[in-house]
């Protein structure tokens, strides 16, 4: 599988709540740089990144574009979030079912068929406002 290949499976793991089958993609060193905050590092970090989401957040991705870099290890995606708020955040608006939409972009390095490497962008501010 190309990186390509590695980062659209992911994606598609994402939209089916395949929480094993993107752990799966992932490198154990995983890097996770997170829209707010700290880089995250490893896939302990990562599966309570994706438990924290599956409780607090219903999304779905759409309008998908995906590039890769000439040396196949960088992919960028920029997609569409549909989601709904379900339970509140820590330090976010509280949760009472909102739905929301969002464009985000994301970056992604690939090495030996595992991704080391995911950058998330989004507009929180507005996010904040759309949930508010």
């Known amino acids: 599988m ?6 659209q499976a992911y994606y598609a793991a994402f939209n089916a709540q395949n929480w094993s089958g993107m752990l799966g993609l992932l490198d154990p060193e995983i890097v996770h740089e997170v829209n707010q905050g700290k880089p995250q590092i490893g896939l302990e970090k990562f ?3 994706l438990q924290i989401m ?5 999304e779905q991705l ?10 196949g290890t960088r992919v960028a995606a ?10 509140s955040d820590e330090g976010l608006p509280p949760a009472h079912g909102q739905s929301y ?8 390095e690939v ?4 991704i080391t490497r995911v950058t ?9 406002e759309l949930v508010s």
């Open 101 to 108: 939409t969002l464009p985000v972009g994301a970056f992604l």
């Open 111 to 114: 090495k030996n068929d595992k």
């Open 62 to 71: 759409t309008d998908m574009v995906f590039l890769s870099d000439a040396t």
């Open 47 to 49: 599966t309570q990144f």
């Open 54 to 58: 599956d409780e607090a957040y219903a």
């Open 78 to 87: 920029e997609f569409v979030v549909h989601g709904i708020y379900k339970k």
């Open 2 to 7: 190309t990186s390509l290949d590695i980062v």
């Open 120 to 128: 998330t962008y989004y507009n929180l501010p507005h996010w904040i």
